[in-house]
């Protein structure tokens, strides 16, 4: 193979890197070992390391390459002028005639093999150090789509040799330190997927932002895939759980974000434009681009590659406009969360908040400050500052030199996938991607705050904002005999804490995904017509425009956001109460008002599970048992537990568990445990009666306290009699510890106490508790406190 010219993919694989580059090495590897487990990847060959030699041979472009190079960095001229002078090099250049020969020899066959004479292809720079572990090269040579004729290949192949030379590929050679003569370059000479009808996007077999394992992420536009990689368009964004895909009659699909599409690219219309960008119509930008069954797809195929590879994978698809087909197109190993170690836990949290400037996807979980350098077009770039927060549309490649001297990036344009994305993971510099607005929100030169750190979400404020930076080693940590859990709310920043060293999610409130996500009072899409305001009717109708039924979009949006918050902890536990809103603060929600009545005192008013069998929330309660229903048998999250809140009476324990077993929430059927929040005296004074119907307890010390001091924890006149460390509440908790276990059942705490006081936890210890669930940022500093108390109370 060594001394051949061009190879077709299938005759290479991962042993031939050197040889055929990264990217054809890895088409190969998939072509000859996947197909059968049904990934299909597109026909084609490539061109070889020999050919990439002998076309500097034959045409003596080392010696002048070298000078060209030694003279920029001797300092004698700048980056731009030798790499334009080597790349005008290259296309002077001519192929050997042997080497013309082989290469439009296999591709006639290649259109052979396909049935077309001209066949359209995609030509594809592949260099022989990309990929590596700790380098993958993305995007610093060149690919040209809908390459027609032979003519066309020839001068695209030179046009990739030359694309060895662009700025952006020597600097980021020199800051990986390759020398750049050793480095050679393949051509990939694929067959055209027509994603120009169809659609395209990335995929990774792992969350890039946090490294969870277990969820494939997808990426999806309407047209070619390369808007995707270059950032020039907010595509949809789908999540699935792998663990889950290969359970019968399980739907894994934990996120389904609609990105706006704005634009697609497709074929040209001949001559020399090979493709062109035109705008998407409204029905584009507003549907998904892909079906829960091309999700599902997809994500087999990333779990098949990933497992083969034996390496969180990178990969790009597309999908054929005219047959449906679906394809993988490249396949590449992550290279940033596969170098981070999964043993030291790094915490960041802002101490300070300021005016909120633009939001997007946030990249990485740091947190930055600097000055923001607003720059819109690469002819700008002289005059950024190191250390700065670069501000701009979007980037591509030629940025790469001032990125990796960025202390922070804002983009208007792209997702979590695009190039702004994945450079700045790989630089390791905290970005926040596709605000849509960070040019005319951010002036040149104000002082910045971009912070990675409050989940999917990440946030850009004015002013130099002060922070927090923690590393723990989780090896060190001791081990505690005491169950540890975490208190998670929201779906956005779950993933952030799969390493936390717990047995589950003891407290998952349900409240904060309705406010945050769904914004829409459950009773106003049960009874819409009850709704009068037109702006609120208009917003409710925005929201649910994707949606069959506007009660479905409440029902998925829902199951999606418990399901994100599941997955990082399955199979263990999580506990998801129930909504617990107060009536003031549902009536904030849309549409709210025509359903809710003031109420002197919504603390002890109408709330918790008096609700759920009331006509007043009857039908809002139905769709948060549709909700459970669907996230634990569709998308196959049994691992849910679903809790009671502020059950008063044992008589509305029974009218709870009736309506939910209506709903077909049945109390043991398909393993459904149902917990009940312990918060109100009541339920401890009879807490053997309420254990005959829950399968375990959770104490709310806020509410505990509240009620057995009688203290309003809102009022700030109060707040120094309000202490769960109080006598007359330690003594209520102690009682119901101690009937909780005498009934055999399980009960835990998942209030604030134990993240705020250390003594409070290691008084829980003393009394037996079986769980402590704590808030996320307070887990790794609580254990030794735990692990300390069991000591003495195991010695004393």
């Known amino acids: 193979m060594e001394q051949r010219y061009a190879v077709w993919f299938e005759e290479t694989g991962l042993q031939d890197i050197g040889v055929v580059g990264g990217k054809n090495a890895s088409l190969g590897e998939m072509l000859r070992a996947l197909t059968d487990g049904g990934v299909l990847v597109p026909d084609g060959f490539a061109t070889t390391a020999v050919a990439y030699r002998e076309f500097l041979s034959a045409n003596d472009l080392e010696v002048p390459i070298r000078e060209q190079l030694d003279l920029y960095k001797g300092g004698e001229i700048p980056l731009s002028a030798a790499g334009r002078t080597i790349r005008?090099?290259?296309?002077?250049?001519?192929?050997?005639?042997?080497?013309?020969?082989?290469?439009?020899?296999?591709?006639?066959?290649?259109?052979?093999?396909?049935?077309?004479?001209?066949?359209?292809?995609?030509?594809?720079?592949?260099?022989?150090?990309?990929?590596?572990?700790?380098?993958?090269?993305?995007?610093?040579?060149?690919?040209?789509?809908?390459?027609?004729?032979?003519?066309?290949?020839?001068?695209?192949?030179?046009?990739?040799?030359?694309?060895?030379?662009?700025?952006?590929?020597?600097?980021?050679?020199?800051?990986?330190?390759?020398?750049?003569?050793?480095?050679?370059?393949?051509?990939?000479?694929?067959?055209?997927?027509?994603?120009?009808?169809?659609?395209?996007?990335?995929?990774?077999?792992?969350?890039?932002?946090?490294?969870?394992?277990?969820?494939?992420?997808?990426?999806?536009?309407?047209?070619?895939?390369?808007?995707?990689?270059?950032?020039?368009?907010?595509?949809?964004?789908?999540?699935?759980?792998?663990?889950?895909?290969?359970?019968?009659?399980?739907?894994?699909?934990?996120?389904?974000?609609?990105?706006?599409?704005?634009?697609?690219?497709?074929?040209?219309?001949?001559?020399?434009?090979?493709?062109?960008?035109?705008?998407?119509?409204?029905?584009?930008?507003?549907?998904?681009?892909?079906?829960?069954?091309?999700?599902?797809?997809?994500?087999?195929?990333?779990?098949?590659?990933?497992?083969?590879?034996?390496?969180?994978?990178?990969?790009?698809?597309?999908?054929?406009?005219?047959?449906?087909?679906?394809?993988?197109?490249?396949?590449?190993?992550?290279?940033?969360?596969?170098?981070?170690?999964?043993?030291?836990?790094?915490?960041?949290?802002?101490?300070?908040?300021?005016?909120?400037?633009?939001?997007?996807?946030?990249?990485?979980?740091?947190?930055?400050?600097?000055?923001?350098?607003?720059?819109?077009?690469?002819?700008?770039?002289?005059?950024?500052?190191?250390?700065?927060?670069?501000?701009?549309?979007?980037?591509?490649?030629?940025?790469?030199?001032?990125?990796?001297?960025?202390?922070?990036?804002?983009?208007?344009?792209?997702?979590?996938?695009?190039?702004?994305?994945?450079?700045?993971?790989?630089?390791?510099?905290?970005?926040?991607?596709?605000?849509?607005?960070?040019?005319?929100?951010?002036?040149?030169?104000?002082?910045?705050?971009?912070?990675?750190?409050?989940?999917?979400?990440?946030?850009?404020?004015?002013?130099?904002?002060?922070?927090?930076?923690?590393?723990?080693?989780?090896?060190?940590?001791?081990?505690?005999?005491?169950?540890?859990?975490?208190?998670?709310?929201?779906?956005?920043?779950?993933?952030?804490?799969?390493?936390?060293?717990?047995?589950?999610?003891?407290?998952?409130?349900?409240?904060?995904?309705?406010?945050?996500?769904?914004?829409?009072?459950?009773?106003a899409l049960a009874e819409p017509e009850r709704v009068t305001d037109a702006l609120e009717v208009e917003q409710i109708r925005s929201l649910t425009r994707a949606y069959k039924e506007p009660r479905d979009y409440f029902v998925h949006t829902l199951a999606s956001g418990l399901a994100k918050i599941s997955a990082p902890f399955y199979p263990n536990p999580v506990i998801v109460r129930l909504s617990d809103f107060k009536s003031n603060e549902y009536a904030r929600l849309l549409g709210g008002r025509a359903f809710e009545q003031s109420e002197e005192n919504p603390m002890l008013g109408f709330r918790g599970a008096s609700r759920y069998y009331n006509e007043r929330y009857r039908q809002g309660f139905d769709l948060e048992c549709q909700a459970l229903k669907r996230v634990r048998e569709y998308l196959g999250f049994r691992n849910i537990i679903i809790m009671v809140p502020f059950c008063r009476t044992v008589a509305e324990a029974d009218r709870v568990l009736e309506v939910m077993a209506e709903n077909g929430l049945a109390r043991s059927e398909a393993g459904l445990q149902v917990y009940m929040m312990c918060e109100i005296p009541s339920n401890v004074i009879l807490a053997s009666e309420f254990a005959t119907r829950f399968d375990g307890f959770s104490i709310g010390s806020n509410d505990l306290t509240q009620l057995v001091l009688g203290v309003d924890r809102d009022s700030e006149l109060l707040a120094p009699l309000f202490d769960e460390r109080d006598d007359a509440v330690k003594h209520m908790i102690q009682d119901v510890i101690s009937q909780a276990h005498h009934a055999g059942i399980k009960i835990g705490i998942c209030g604030q106490g134990p993240s705020n006081h250390a003594d409070f936890a290691a008084f829980l210890v003393d009394q037996g508790i079986d769980s402590i669930s704590l808030n996320p940022d307070t887990v790794l500093k609580t254990i030794p406190v735990i692990a300390a108390a069991e000591d003495r109370r195991d010695q004393s």
Request: proline share 4%; glycine share 8%.
């Open 88 to 523: 005008r090099l290259f296309l002077a250049g001519k192929f050997p005639e042997e080497m013309t020969k082989t290469i439009l020899d296999f591709y006639h066959e290649l259109g052979t093999r396909a049935g077309i004479i001209d066949l359209p292809v995609a030509v594809r720079s592949s260099a022989t150090a990309e990929d590596l572990p700790d380098a993958s090269f993305a995007g610093q040579q060149e690919t040209f789509l809908n390459v027609i004729g032979a003519e066309a290949l020839l001068d695209a192949c030179r046009r990739c040799f030359a694309s060895l030379f662009t700025d952006r590929a020597i600097s980021y050679r020199s800051v990986k330190g390759f020398d750049d003569l050793d480095v050679a370059l393949s051509i990939g000479i694929q067959r055209m997927v027509r994603a120009d009808a169809g659609a395209s996007g990335v995929m990774f077999s792992l969350d890039t932002e946090t490294g969870f394992p277990d969820a494939a992420v997808i990426s999806a536009t309407w047209g070619l895939g390369e808007t995707v990689v270059q950032g020039t368009v907010n595509p949809d964004k789908y999540v699935v759980f792998k663990p889950l895909l290969t359970t019968p009659g399980c739907f894994p699909i934990i996120e389904k974000t609609r990105g706006a599409k704005e634009r697609k690219l497709i074929y040209g219309r001949g001559g020399t434009a090979r493709t062109r960008m035109i705008e998407t119509t409204e029905r584009e930008q507003t549907s998904l681009v892909l079906a829960d069954d091309e999700i599902l797809q997809l994500a087999r195929w990333a779990g098949i590659i990933e497992e083969h590879y034996g390496c969180p994978m990178d990969m790009e698809w597309a999908k054929d406009g005219l047959t449906g087909e679906l394809f993988i197109v490249q396949a590449r190993p992550e290279t940033v969360q596969a170098t981070r170690s999964n043993t030291v836990f790094t915490t960041r949290r802002l101490i300070d908040r300021g005016p909120l400037l633009a939001t997007g996807a946030s990249i990485g979980d740091s947190i930055a400050t600097g000055r923001a350098c607003v720059i819109h077009d690469t002819a700008e770039i002289d005059r950024f500052r190191d250390g700065s927060i670069l501000v701009t549309e979007m980037t591509d490649p030629d940025w790469v030199p001032i990125m990796r001297r960025a202390a922070g990036i804002v983009t208007e344009h792209g997702g979590p996938t695009s190039h702004a994305a994945i450079i700045s993971r790989e630089l390791g510099v905290p970005a926040v991607v596709g605000t849509g607005n960070a040019t005319d929100a951010i002036s040149d030169g104000m002082m910045l705050t971009i912070s990675c750190a409050e989940g999917d979400e990440g946030h850009v404020y004015e002013g130099a904002l002060e922070f927090e930076t923690e590393q723990i080693d989780l090896q060190a940590l001791p081990e505690t005999k005491t169950s540890l859990m975490v208190n998670v709310a929201s779906p956005s920043s779950a993933f952030k804490w799969w390493r936390l060293p717990v047995d589950g999610v003891g407290l998952a409130r349900m409240e904060f995904i309705i406010n945050d996500l769904i914004r829409i009072h459950p009773m």
